[in-house]
């Protein structure tokens, strides 16, 4: 018979859980900052930190888009405070102990209330992705480094020393060993437990009978807990009990905000390695539950919760995937999850004294040795097997210097890496994103057959490069090397075009290496055109743009299509034999050759005088009609989303238009206006079923001549995608 746990009770048991595991942390914190000149305030800093879990994890329950998230302090920031804390204490050499605990206070709230504000503000105006700009191997570095300071502190808080000098010169003391081998020895059985088997109730149970264990030994030995406590076994509480909390008053009055301001570059890596803990967390429950996370909400609703924890001088938190998973697991749903695991530490706070009094020292550093040992083994281990060599070696190094020169020095060559990472790869990045000829990219501009092969001959002298991305020193080398191999060639191009269209921005260097290109084809005798260039470019390139069309060398045109025209125009008109056709009779035998019945298929077209600006088709309107361009041009073009024109298709004396509607019997896609007064000879369809039926050879002709248009203009749209696909 399966017996049903109910709902409420399920909770307990989990709050009861999450209560032990907090209670358990909250004295590891804070016997890990709160140890040596600072142990006055050791119960403080317990109560402050269980307190911090009881606001975190209602705050964050009540309000956060993940129902079930079970919010804490997390192991990941408390190593950094703990080691900027003991930094700053050191430099207060005339103060008594209650003037550096308040300071040890005044740095945990103004930690927290930055870490707040920085989750807030990134929620608020959704940068919650500004974060995954670090290099993973940078936060992994980060993370690892983080768990190394975690030992380092326990092992500190052991040996009472600082450095490493002094920590292995202490291992010859038995109060040292007697203090240092139970807490490896906890670490150990803790990780084993945990590794090895899944229960939720490992961690609680593990902990519970080490406590028993011990005080049964004590009690064993007849050692009453006063011997226990004056050997350091146990934490020294100097008479408190009860909830101990200092009053923000009193932190403002009595902290040394001088020594506070002097650990501000340390506490700077506090809210983005909490950033990304949280976001890292938060994929994770997102990979687990099966659902989306709104990433910023999540963000706002945590830094509101630390700025109210920064209040009491607490230490930051956020939600933690562990103790969230293992709800789900015991089927707790909802806010219940969150709300029975501060109800669990509330309970607690009366007596965190006295709890906390009664958790050995060995405990609380083993504690730390194991989280410390899970941070290491989970992002300097365990990412060899995902990551890069090269990226791994980085994590390596931000852990090793964190080892040998200290937490500081770590972070500035993490960040510096983090730069170096990001311009290797940015100018890995192509520079160009298309680099073509005059003779396969042409502008959208339909010519007569014998400017066409003007084109074909000639294009080679028009090098068009379509610039991308952010150029900058490290991707502008590429565009400077492209356009000299090019000018280096036998046949150097006539004009180059730089197309900035899907260009971001530039840099001073791009800047500096426009101006080598501009010189380069002034002495090269090329012409440059500027196409697309954003005002942002332009104001830049001013000064290096006015020199250079002092020579005649730079022009500017609004888009690719118009500077191609340009070029082409040039190459034409500079061609004798490329002279447009002055009749129609003269393009039909271009375009078909020639043919006996060609003077009676222009008898049955109607032939139409159009003034510029004359507007031929309404697009939408019904296609009955094929025009061939007899003289003049017209263009075609469409009314964009924006209210602004584009322009589409120019087409000159030989093109044939509105052919494509026509077969489809589709209507109109575009305007076509009168660009220069044109004469147009009209194809009805009328009159083209009439020859069908009446006269199928000379309907045979016309629909060759459209098929010719239409194979041309085909050519060339393959032509463009061979070279977009190469």
């Known amino acids: ?43 403080a800093g317990v109560s402050v930190m269980l307190l911090s879990s009881v606001l975190l994890g209602a705050y964050i329950s009540l309000r956060s888009r993940f129902p079930t998230s079970v919010a804490q302090v997390q192991e990941t920031t408390i190593a950094i405070l703990a080691s900027a804390i003991v930094a700053a204490t050191a430099t207060m050499s005339t103060a008594d102990g209650g003037q550096k605990v308040a300071t040890a206070f005044a740095i945990l709230a103004t930690s927290t209330f930055a870490t707040g504000a920085f989750f807030y503000f990134s929620g608020r105006f959704g940068l919650g992705a500004m974060v995954r700009f670090l290099p993973f191997s940078v936060v992994a570095g980060f993370l690892a480094g983080s768990g190394w300071l975690l030992i380092e502190g326990a092992l500190m808080m052991v040996s009472h020393t600082d450095g490493a000098i002094g920590m292995l010169q202490s291992l010859g003391q038995f109060s040292v060993l007697a203090i240092l081998l139970p807490a490896l020895l906890f670490a150990l059985i803790l990780t084993a437990g945990l590794r090895l088997m899944s229960n939720p109730l490992v961690m609680p149970a593990i902990m519970i009978a080490a406590i028993a264990l011990f005080h049964l030994s004590l009690w064993a030995a007849g050692l009453p807990i006063e011997d226990a406590r004056a050997r350091g076994w146990l934490p020294e509480l100097s008479g408190a009990s009860g909830l101990q909390l200092h009053s923000p008053l009193a932190i403002l009055r009595e902290a040394d905000w001088g020594v506070v301001l002097s650990v501000l570059p340390m506490l700077v890596s506090v809210p983005l390695i909490a950033m990304a803990g949280l976001l890292l967390n938060t994929s994770g429950l997102e990979l687990a539950a099966g659902k989306d996370i709104d990433a910023d909400a999540e963000l706002k609703t945590t830094g509101q919760a630390n700025i109210f924890v920064s209040l009491i001088g607490g230490a930051s938190g956020f939600t933690g995937i562990g103790m969230t998973l293992l709800a789900r697991r015991l089927g707790v749903i909802g806010r219940a999850a969150g709300l029975a695991s501060a109800a669990a530490m509330t309970l607690a706070l009366p007596f965190a004294t006295e709890l906390a009094g009664a958790v050995p020292l060995f405990l609380a550093a083993g504690l730390m040795m194991m989280l410390g040992g899970e941070l290491l083994y989970d992002w300097a281990v365990a990412t060899r097997r995902t990551l890069p060599h090269l990226e791994w070696a980085a994590v390596l190094t931000i852990v090793l210097t964190m080892m040998v020169f200290g937490f500081i020095t770590g972070i500035a060559i993490g960040l510096a890496f983090s730069v170096i990472t990001f311009v290797f790869n940015y100018a890995r990045l192509p520079a160009i994103r298309l680099a073509a000829s005059g003779r396969n990219r042409r502008s959208n501009t339909d010519r007569s057959a014998s400017a066409l092969r003007v084109l074909e001959e000639k294009g080679e002298t028009i ?55 501009f010189r380069m084809a002034t002495v090269e005798n090329v012409a440059i055109t500027l196409t697309a260039l954003p005002e942002t470019v332009a104001r830049s390139l001013a000064h290096a743009m006015q020199e250079a069309q002092d020579h005649g060398t730079v022009t500017v045109a609004a888009d690719l299509d118009h500077a191609l025209e340009a070029c082409e125009e040039r190459l034409i008109l500079e061609d004798d034999n490329a002279k447009e056709p002055e009749g129609i009779a003269e393009q039909l035998v271009r375009a078909l050759g020639p043919h006996r019945r060609l003077a009676d298929l222009i008898a049955v077209m109607e032939r139409t005088q159009h003034a510029r600006g004359a507007i031929l088709i309404h697009s939408g ?95 060339i749209a393959n032509r463009l995608v061979s070279l977009l696909s190469n």
């Open 621 to 715: 309107e019904e296609a009955d009609d094929i025009y061939i361009v007899a003289k003049g041009s017209v263009k075609v073009q469409m009314q964009l989303a924006s209210g602004r024109m584009l322009r589409l298709r120019t087409m000159t004396a030989g093109a044939v238009l509105g052919e494509v509607a026509f077969y489809l019997r589709g209507p109109r896609t575009a305007d076509v206006v009168v660009e220069q007064d044109a004469t147009l000879c009209t194809l009805t369809r009328t009159v083209l079923e009439g020859l069908e039926r009446n006269d199928p050879e000379l309907a045979v002709l016309a629909h060759r001549l459209f098929a010719h248009a239409l194979a041309e203009r085909v050519a």
């Open 463 to 517: 090098h068009i490069l379509e610039l991308q991305n952010y150029l900058f020193f490290g991707t502008m080398e590429q565009v400077v090397s492209a356009v000299r191999r090019r000018l280096a060639e036998d046949h150097p191009p006539q004009f180059l075009i730089l197309d900035f269209r899907y260009v971001s921005g530039v840099d001073s260097a791009a800047i500096t290496g426009l101006a080598k290109i």
């Open 1 to 43: 018979m399966r017996f049903m746990i109910h709902p409420s009770l399920r909770a307990t048991m989990f709050g009861l859980i999450a209560g032990i595991d907090g209670l358990g942390t909250s004295v590891a914190f804070a016997a890990l900052i709160f140890s040596g000149t600072l142990a006055e305030g050791f119960a």
